[in-house]
């Protein structure tokens, strides 16, 4: 929801929710649990941190970001460059290799 990315509470609720979801479906039983945000969302500047404290507080309780890199604006991701390298438009460090240097582990991105 963009309004609760926005203001922040989105990124709480994301935390206890995914941390309460893997007590109740282990990886060790075979549970997976994935998350599906916007780019724009592992911008540090995001309220609260946006994904980036998301995956810093329950990371470990993700397997993989389906990560949305479509109608995002002005920031396209529509070369390699952008997409991988250095993204453009307003979304700024969003790009994969960005991600990463952020601490979003390589494995989770999924493009």
């Known amino acids: ?30 549970y997976i649990i994935t998350h599906a945000p916007q780019a724009p969302y592992f911008m540090s500047s995001y309220a609260q941190g946006g994904y980036l404290t998301v ?4 990371g470990a309780s993700i ?16 070369t390699y460059e952008t997409l991988f390298e250095e993204s453009d ?3 700024t460090s969003t ?8 601490g979003i582990p390589l494995d989770k991105i999924i493009v």
């Open 1 to 30: 929801d963009n309004s609760a990315m926005d203001s922040g509470s989105g990124v709480q609720w994301l935390i206890t929710c995914t941390n309460t979801l893997r007590s109740l479906l282990p990886a060790s039983e075979g």
């Open 55 to 58: 995956d810093k507080q329950a």
């Open 63 to 78: 397997n993989w970001y389906n990560v949305q890199f479509y109608n995002q604006g002005t920031s396209e991701y529509e």
């Open 89 to 91: 438009g307003w979304a």
């Open 95 to 102: 790009a994969v290799l960005q991600m990463n240097a952020n």
